[in-house]
C-alpha cells in the first residue's frame, strides 16, 4: 500500500460546522447506547400531523423480517419539504434549475413550488390517483420532476421513478411490476444537445403491459410525438383546468413513499420500497450534517433525480431542510468541459456533490478548464457512487477545491435511503480514498466469508449490525427476497454486498461490489441482467458477463459470448449486440468488450467459474487459481490468447 495522506480538520471548519469531533463521538455513542432516545428526539425534525409515541421496533430475525420506525405517527412528506417553509421562506428559492443549454434557467420559489406541486397533485387526482395507487415517472432532469414526484407525496401515492437513460423494456418491467396506472413523462428530454424519445419509450413500453390508464406528457421541447387520444394527455392542459390548492394527505410513517429499483446479483431489479416518516428524517438529517448545511446556502448535486442520490439529495433531504437545491439538466462536458465550474460561479453554489466518474473524465481534460473559472463560493465537495481512487480524489481536492474545500466521500447505496458512512467536515480528518467513519446510529462490522465478526484492523464484507431510519423496507411484492438478499448471508444482520477495509483508525474503505454487481460509471448493474438481454438475442447462445477495471468509468461491463451453432462471430455481430443490449436495457449497460468464446470454463456440475472470466477479463491471467475442477480446462488457454483488454 502507498503511503496515506490525511488531512486534519481546518480549525474555522471545526468552529463553524454543526458537528466537531467532540460532538461527533458524543452524538454518535449516544446514538448507540439509546437508539430509543436519540432517534426520538432527531424524529422531532420534521413536522407530524400526530406525534409518534413508538420510535423504533426492528426484527431482522429471518423468520419474521420487519422494519418500524416511528409506526404510530402521522406526517406528510410533501407538507414537510414545501408547506411548512411557506411562512418563513416563500419568497427563498427552493429550485435553481440549470438547463442543458446554458441560456436556459428556471429559479423557483418555495412559493411557487407550492402551486406546482398543489397544482400537479389535483392534475394527478383528477386522473384518479389515489392514497397508496403507484405512479410512474419517467422525466428528464426538469422541474416537473420534483414536482411529480412531491405531488404523489401530496396525495400519499407511491411514485416509482425510471431513470430516462432506460429502455422500453426496462419501463414496461417496472410499470408491470409496480401496477402503475399512470406515467408521467415528456415529449423529449435534452442532454448535452441531443433529444431523448422519451414519449415514444413510453409509447413502445405500454404496447408490452395493459395496466396504465393515463399518460401525462410534459412539454419539454415541443418536438413531435404520436398520441394516443384518450389515454395521452398534455400535462400542461390539464394544470390549467385545475386549482393551486390540494390538502396534503395524512399518511402513516410506515406508508411506503417510492418505489426504486436497482440491481442486484440475480434476477431481474428489485423494487427497494422506502417509507414516509424514518426515510425524511434520516435523508434531512444527513443533508444537514455530513453537508454541513447552514441557511443560505447554494446546494447542488449533479446525480439524476432517475437514482436514490437524487431521491435523497436533491429533492428530499434538501428541501426538507428549506435549502436552495440545483437541478442540472444537462452534462460535465457540454458545451464544453468548464460546464460543472461555470454552473458553480453562475448561481454561487457552496456544495458540490458528484460522482468520481464524473471527476476522471473531467481530469483527463487537464487543469485549465477548471483553472479558468473561479469557484471561489465553494465550500464543500463530495462524492458518491463507486470508490474514489486517491489520483481523484487528490485532483478534486487540489484542482476543484483548490486546497480549500473537504471533500465528504460518502457511502450509502438505494436500499439504505440515506448516507451511512461518511466523514463529517467539522469533525473527521480525511483520508483519499476512504469513507472513513458512519453516521449516527449506524454500525458497521466487518465479517469473514463464514460470518465471523473482525475486530480491529482487518479486511472482509461489510453488513451493518442494527438498523437506521432510513433503511429500505421491503422488496415491493416479494417480501421473501429482501429478506433472503439482505438478511440470509448472515443471519442478524444486514449484508451490504460491498467488500471493504477497516484500517487502525477505525476508518472504512469500500473496496466495491463482492457479488455479481458491477458498477459503471455509478450506474448499478446486474451482471445477469446483461447476460440475460445477450441471451435473448437469436444468434447467442451463451453469455457471461463480468466487470473490470475502466479508467473512467470505474468498471467497464466485458461480456463472453458463445454464438449458436453456425453462427460466423464477426466484427458487425460485436456492434449488433452492443446495439441490442442498449436497446434491452439502455445504453448504461452497453458492453465495452465482448469476447466471442467457443466455451466458457465451467465446472464439471456446469456452473460457470466467474472468478476465471474476471482475471481474465482484468488481464491478470497469470494468477487465476485452481482450474483442476473444470470440465474443460482447455477453454481457459483459447479464453486468455483471444482477451479482449490486451495491455
Ligand atoms: C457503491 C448509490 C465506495 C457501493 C448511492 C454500493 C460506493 C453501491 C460509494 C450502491 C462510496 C456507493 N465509496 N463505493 N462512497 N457510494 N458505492 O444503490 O458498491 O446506486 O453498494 O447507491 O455503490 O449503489 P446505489
New binding site residues.
Partial sequence: MSEVHVYDVPDEWAKRAWIDDAKYRTMYKQSLDDPEAFWGEHGKRIDWFKPYTKVKNISWDIHNVSIKWYEDGETNVAYNCVDRHLEKRGDQVAIIWEGDNPNEQRLITYRELSEEVNRFANVLHWHGVKKGDRVTIYLPMIPEAAFAMLACARLGAIHSVVFGGFSPDAIAGRIEDAQCAVVITADEGLRGGRKVPLKANVDAALKKTSTVKHVLVVKRTGGEVDWTPGRDVWYHEAAARVSTTCPAEPVNAEDPLFILY??GSTGTPKG?VHTTGGYLVFASMTHQYVFDYHEGDIYWCT?DVG???GH?YIVYGPLANGATTLMFEGIPNYPSMSRFWEVIDKHKVNIFYTA?TAIRSLMGAGEEPVKKTSRASLRLLG??????NPEAWEWYHRVVGDHRCPIV????????GG?L??PLPGATKLKPGS?TRPFFGVIPEVVDGAGATLEGATEGNLVIADSWPGQMRTVYGDHERFVKTYFSTYPGKYF???GCRRDSDGFYW????VDD?I?VS???MGTAEVESALVAHPKVSEAAVVGYPHDIKGQGIYAYVTVMEGVEPTEDLRKELVAWVRKEIGPIASPDLIQFAQGLPKTRSGKIMRRILRKIAENEYGALGDTSTLADPGVVTQLIDNRQNRK
Avoid at 462524492?383 to 474514489?388: L, N, R, Y
Avoid at 466521500?409 to 439504505?416: F, L
Avoid at 469500500?510 to 461490489?513: N, Q
Wanted: glycine share 10%.
Fill in positions: 436497482t440491481s427497494v446525480a437514482w436514490v442520490t435523497s468520481p462524492s458518491v457512487g463507486e470508490p474514489i466521500d460518502t457511502w450509502w447505496q438505494t436500499e439504505t448516507i458512512i461518511t469513507a451490504t454486498g460491498d469500500i473496496t466495491g461490489r454487481v458498477n455509478g450506474h448499478r
